[in-house]
């Protein structure tokens, strides 16, 4: 019988369970939990979970998501998470999560996996630095491996496997720069200010070319491999961060590498429906589900779930109790199983 499935990312937004929270928990799981639901996604990737202590003590765990997910087909999914700097469970924020009806052979939490930090000597800090120091990546790469259910009765061993990446790259804000902010939103000086921007486009940048180098070795092993890459990407489609995961053949000048490239399954929406973000009135694809060939060609349906999303410049102050990001959702069929 054929196959099908369902593939979906969201952006939860500082999904947590805090004190004095506004709007509370409560309050947010009763608007998430809809959207959840009618994602009806068999692998669910998500972005921005923050974990907390359990009362009484104890290691950092996900209990505000598992209280989104309680009475939820998702409750039951196996699950893979970021962890933090040393290996020591989840960050205090802005995790990344991946929920599976099938079962999870296999995943990483992986910061630098493939491309070490490169080492900068600002130009601006005050005072001036002496050496240059590693740039590094804000967040980890999630990459899961999911065993789809069945063989197929023609192809490679292992094409039913489902290679996921769960991605959050930074966004186009300025990073601090020592002595040159006067507070969280102010710099002190243009030149510190273009500077932080700078090692910004390097970080978010450089993560897309971890990501991409991780999907080299999956092609290289399997050059048939279902290949997923979602997430908020914090890019437009022809931004570099993009370019680079996709690698489509206008960029390499090689036809022959156009097998190994990623197509962003958003081109299938209805132009007018092509966005995940409102920022002051316009609406941005920030959002993305890239797919390797062998994967793009089963879809059957994208959606974006756009309709009610608010401004998130004109609502920035974040008491809103969903998310200023839309899900997207993938819908497809894997044929000829036995």
């Not at 061993?157 to 790259?169: D, E, F, M």
């Not at 970080?203 to 092993?221: N, T, V």
Request: with cysteine.
């Amino acid at each position: 019988m054929p196959l099908s499935f369902r593939l979906a990312t969201f952006n939860l937004e500082n999904l947590d369970d805090r004190p004095g929270l506004d709007p509370p928990l409560s309050l947010r799981i009763d608007v998430l939990r809809r959207q959840l639901l009618r994602l009806e996604a068999d692998v669910l990737c998500l972005q921005e979970v923050n974990s907390q202590h359990p009362k009484g003590g104890g290691p950092r765990a996900l209990l505000a998501l598992d209280r989104l997910l309680d009475g939820t087909p998702y409750a039951a999914f196996e699950r893979a998470v970021t962890e933090a700097r040393g290996g020591t469970g989840p960050a205090d924020v802005h995790n990344l999560v991946l929920l599976s009806r099938y079962p999870i052979v296999g995943s990483r939490s992986l910061r630098h996996g493939l491309v070490a930090a490169p080492r900068y000597r600002t130009a601006t800090a005050r005072p001036a630095e002496t050496e240059a120091v590693p740039v590094e990546w804000d967040r980890p790469i999630l990459q899961a491996e999911i065993a789809l259910p069945g063989a197929l009765s023609s192809g490679p061993p292992g094409c039913r496997r489902l290679h996921v990446l769960n991605l959050h790259l930074r966004a186009p804000l300025a990073a601090p720069v020592a002595g040159q902010k006067q507070s969280p939103l102010s710099w002190r000086t243009t030149a510190g200010w273009a500077e932080g921007f700078f090692l910004a486009t390097v970080k978010r940048s450089g993560q897309a070319l971890d990501a991409r180098l991780l999907i080299e070795s999956l092609f290289d092993r399997e050059p048939e491999a279902l290949i997923a890459v979602l997430g908020d990407f914090n890019a437009k489609q022809r931004e570099m961060p993009l370019r680079i995961l996709c690698a489509g053949p206008d960029d390499t000048g090689n036809p022959d590498l156009a097998a190994r490239r990623l197509i962003d399954l958003s081109d299938r929406l209805p132009a007018a429906r092509r966005f995940t973000v409102l920022h002051g009135g316009q609406p941005a694809l920030l959002d993305h589900l890239l797919a390797s060939p062998s994967l793009a060609c089963l879809v059957d349906s994208v959606e974006a779930h756009n309709e009610a999303l608010r401004d998130e410049a004109v609502n920035g102050d974040r008491s809103l109790p969903g998310s200023h990001h839309a899900p997207l959702v993938a819908a497809f069929s894997l044929p000829g199983s036995d």
